[in-house]
């Protein structure tokens, strides 16, 4: 009689342990955050439920912060986007000396988290009205760039023009960052084949480089515009609050002294999660569409 074997009975393993900080931290400063600006949008001062948060936010001040922020985000995308593509196609393609490719690369990754007060405070000293650069620019060629500028009107640091420029710093070498690896993906075999058949450069790149980079580059301006959406710390130290963008309005509404609001910050915050929620869901999209090709 042939001897049948037990199977082994499996050790219980701890592994999972490792993903628990994780989801505490989720739980704790996302899940939870979520849970009491939902509540806390349908209640008004008093705890009873109400839309009228909801409502006011067709009201004047926060129409105009949402309109603000979007157009701040819009250009900032925009710009960054196209010119940190370019510098990305140029460090990667253009065949420059690995030690600038390092040194480009590092640039952007330090000044893509290079935010907040100390980038306000490092344009004030460069651009300010009595910054490094006006000083001289004023000096040497007699041009007082808080007094006549190109754009028929004199310049502030302190007023839209002045943020799209502070935001455009850390916006393309984000771009910089997310892109070159879909660059890097593109195959030398797919312009041997397209020069093969006789097509120029740019023809390799309108018919061939560009439709697949195409989802990389949309995405990757989706991330911007999300990027320039949440920033606070720098708009706030740069204007004060003088501008109305959605998290200086939350910000005012939350922690105000006087005419403030809780119930409606909370209102204001979830059109932004709805929004940064959008802009994560296009991304993830375009992402999936792009790795087609280039895992293909």
């Given at each position: 009689?042939?001897?049948?074997?037990?199977?082994a009975?499996?050790?219980?393993?701890?592994?999972w342990?490792?993903?628990?900080?994780?989801?505490?931290?989720?739980?704790?400063?996302?899940?939870?955050?979520?849970?009491?600006?939902v509540?806390?949008?349908?209640?008004?001062?008093?705890?009873?439920?109400?839309?009228?948060?909801?409502l006011?936010?067709?009201?004047?001040?926060?129409?105009?912060?949402?309109k603000?922020?979007?157009?701040?985000?819009?250009?900032?995308?925009v710009?960054?986007?196209?010119?940190?593509?370019?510098?990305?196609?140029?460090?990667?393609?253009?065949?420059?000396?690995?030690?600038?490719?390092?040194?480009?690369?590092?640039?952007?990754g330090?000044?893509?988290?290079?935010?907040?007060?100390?980038?306000?405070?490092?344009?004030?000293?460069?651009?300010?009205?009595?910054?490094?650069?006006?000083?001289?620019?004023?000096?040497v060629?007699?041009?007082?760039?808080?007094?006549?500028?190109f754009?028929?009107?004199?310049?502030?640091?302190?007023?839209?023009l002045?943020?799209?420029?502070?935001?455009?710093?850390?916006?393309?070498?984000?771009?910089?960052?997310?892109?070159?690896?879909?660059?890097?993906?593109?195959?030398?075999?797919?312009?041997?084949?397209?020069?093969?058949?006789?097509?120029?450069?740019?023809?390799?790149?309108?018919?061939?480089?560009?439709p697949?980079?195409?989802?990389?580059?949309?995405?990757?301006?989706i991330?911007?515009?999300?990027?320039?959406?949440?920033?606070?710390?720098?708009?706030?130290?740069?204007?004060?609050?003088?501008?109305?963008?959605?998290?200086?309005?939350?910000?005012?509404?939350?922690?105000?002294?006087?005419?403030?609001?809780?119930?409606?910050?909370?209102?204001?915050?979830?059109?932004?999660?709805?929004?940064?929620?959008?802009?994560?869901?296009?991304?993830?999209?375009?992402?999936?569409?792009?790795?087609?090709?280039?895992?293909?």
């Open positions: 009689m042939s001897q049948t074997s037990t199977p009975r499996r050790r219980p393993t701890f592994s342990l490792g993903v628990v900080p994780f989801l505490l931290f989720t739980i704790a400063f996302l899940i939870l955050p979520i849970f009491f600006l509540v806390g949008s349908f209640q008004d001062s008093q705890g009873n439920p109400t839309l009228q948060n909801y006011d936010l067709t009201t004047e001040q926060p129409a105009t912060a949402y603000n922020s979007i157009q701040l985000s819009l250009i900032t995308a710009i960054g986007g196209i010119f940190g593509f370019l510098i990305a196609v140029a460090v990667i393609l253009g065949r420059l000396p690995r030690a600038i490719r390092s040194a480009v690369m590092t640039f952007s330090v000044a893509s988290n290079f935010a907040g007060v100390p980038l306000a405070l490092a344009f004030v000293f460069t651009v300010g009205q009595l910054g490094l650069v006006t000083k001289l620019l004023a000096d060629f007699g041009y007082h760039l808080w007094r006549d500028d754009f028929g009107g004199s310049f502030s640091l302190y007023s839209m002045g943020l799209v420029l502070v935001y455009l710093y850390f916006q393309f070498p984000l771009m910089v960052l997310i892109v070159a690896p879909a660059i890097d993906g593109l195959r030398k075999e797919w312009r041997e084949a397209a020069e093969n058949m006789g097509a120029s450069s740019f023809q390799y790149w309108r018919h061939v480089a560009l697949i980079l195409l989802p990389s580059l949309l995405g990757s301006m991330l911007l515009f999300g990027n320039a959406f949440g920033a606070q710390a720098t708009a706030y130290q740069l204007t004060s609050g003088t501008i109305n963008i959605v998290p200086l309005v939350i910000s005012a509404q939350i922690r105000g002294d006087v005419l403030h609001n809780p119930n409606l910050g909370y209102a204001l915050a979830m059109g932004m999660v709805l929004i940064m929620a959008v802009v994560i869901l296009i991304y993830g999209l375009l992402q999936r569409r792009s790795e087609r090709w280039l895992r293909a």
